[in-house]
């Protein structure tokens, strides 16, 4: 059976490679001309690295990038709030939290598949689905069909435009960045990720190598604000300048041509992700808030079951069914609580904040267990 994915970020990518080892033939097509070297940092959590072994690809991860323990979170003073463990152990194996730079991860996937699988310069811009079959159409007025398609087009996704009338982004009030740091830290900061929390700000650094660390920033704001580039570190180390170091000095080693900035939107739930022979995963079926850190690793979740249910099942229209009850409910989970958490790190209020970050140091270590089985733990 051949099927057409469109998008080739990591949903789609991972896609392709759970599909040729089922032996059934993909295409990706990708809007971007090329598939360049783009974007800051990125954590591979442990159920993400578990799916990679299963792909023969998690040494390659782990090897290109920084295996992380924990994620611990301070208040703005430096004082700890909580240490998580970022590790999972399943069958006597234990699966660490991988920091890597996102280009990285992005080759070592490129480099599984033949050269031939992913084809550029090809924008969707709608989809007509049937029961037999989908043909997609460009925005260059060509079109393919297949027996299946999957929509991996992200939070923006066409397919799911053409197929679904709902689907509504839900902006969660906070702007992000993201950039690569050339500081150098101490061994206080090198074997975990750290993130500060103040009033409607905060700010996470990760190491991704020996000479490059990661970081993320977010502050409550509208949407649709645009930075002034030349201006922009000095902006940063202005915003977050009450939080401790080594913060200023991350920013400041930072080349700001590299610094990333977004609006953080999820995807309001949608009842279905697929339709006739047309099915949608990571964002483009259930886009997260990044809190968790988790929204690549469902995508790659995704693909997992997507191509075993597609190549066990007698009809495209049963694997549907059959992956999308396996996925919703953890996927809904993430979705969920990864909101929470952006909403508690909106506060804004000084006290409501001193009061946040003692119910947080407050959470019993059972539930945080809990919570990281629920992520890490792969059920299929
Ligand atoms: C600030 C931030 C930090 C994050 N940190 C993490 C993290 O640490 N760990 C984690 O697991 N997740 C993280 N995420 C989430 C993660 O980046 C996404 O969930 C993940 O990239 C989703 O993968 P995807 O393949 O579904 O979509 P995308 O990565 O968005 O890929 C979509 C692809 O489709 C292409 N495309 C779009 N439209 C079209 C079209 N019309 N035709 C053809 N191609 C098209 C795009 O060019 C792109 O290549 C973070 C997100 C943000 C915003």
Redesign the pocket.
């Known amino acids: 059976m051949n099927g057409i994915i469109?998008?080739?970020?990591?949903?789609?990518?991972s896609t392709a490679i759970a599909m040729r080892k089922r032996h059934i033939d993909v295409k990706i097509?990708?809007?971007?001309n090329r598939l360049s070297p783009v974007g800051a940092?990125?954590?591979?959590?442990p159920n993400?690295m578990i799916i990679l072994g299963r792909y023969g690809l998690a040494e390659n991860v782990r090897d290109a990038g920084v295996c992380i323990d924990s994620l611990t979170v301070f208040d703005s003073k430096g004082k700890k709030i909580s240490k998580t463990p970022a590790y999972f152990s399943k069958n006597g194996t234990e699966y660490k939290t991988v920091a890597i730079h996102r280009s990285v991860l992005q080759s070592i996937f490129l480099d599984s598949l033949p050269s031939d699988t992913v084809i550029t310069g090809?924008?969707?811009?709608h989809v007509n689905t049937g029961l037999d079959g989908t043909e997609v159409f460009?925005e260059d007025d060509t079109s393919v069909s297949e027996k299946f398609l999957v929509g991996?087009?992200?939070?923006?996704?066409?397919v799911r435009e053409s197929i679904f009338s709902n689907g509504k982004l839900r902006y969660s009030g906070q702007v992000?960045w993201?950039g690569m740091s050339n500081v150098k830290l101490t061994s206080k900061w090198i074997t975990g990720l750290s993130e500060v929390w103040g009033a409607g700000i905060r700010f996470g650094f990760v190491p991704v190598d020996d000479s490059q660390v990661y970081w993320?920033a977010t502050k409550l704001e509208e949407a649709g604000g645009v930075d002034e580039n030349a201006a922009i570190k000095e902006t940063l180390l202005d915003v977050y300048s009450e939080f401790p170091e080594p913060i200023s000095e991350v920013i400041s080693q930072t080349d700001s041509s590299s610094i990333i900035r977004?609006d953080?939107n999820d995807l309001s739930p949608i009842k279905s992700w697929f339709s006739k022979s047309t099915v949608l995963?990571?964002?483009?079926a259930h886009?997260?808030t990044?809190n968790l850190?988790?929204?690549?690793?469902?995508?790659i979740e995704d693909s997992w079951v997507l191509a075993e249910k597609i190549a066990n099942s007698n009809s495209v229209q049963d694997a549907f069914e059959q992956f999308q009850a396996l996925r919703f409910s953890k996927v809904q989970k993430v979705v969920n609580i990864s909101w929470q958490i952006g909403k508690a790190t909106n506060l804004t209020n000084k006290a409501a904040c001193k009061i946040r970050d003692t119910l947080f140091r407050c959470v019993p270590s059972f539930m945080a267990k809990q919570q990281s089985r629920m992520m890490y733990d792969i059920p299929y």
Do not use: M, N, T
């Open positions: 469109v998008g080739a970020g990591i949903g789609g990518l097509y990708e809007a971007a940092g990125i954590l591979v959590p993400a090809k924008k969707c811009s460009f991996a087009d992200g939070l923006h996704s066409k992000s993201r993320y977004d953080i995963i990571g964002d483009a886009a997260s990044p850190g988790q929204g690549g690793a469902q995508a």
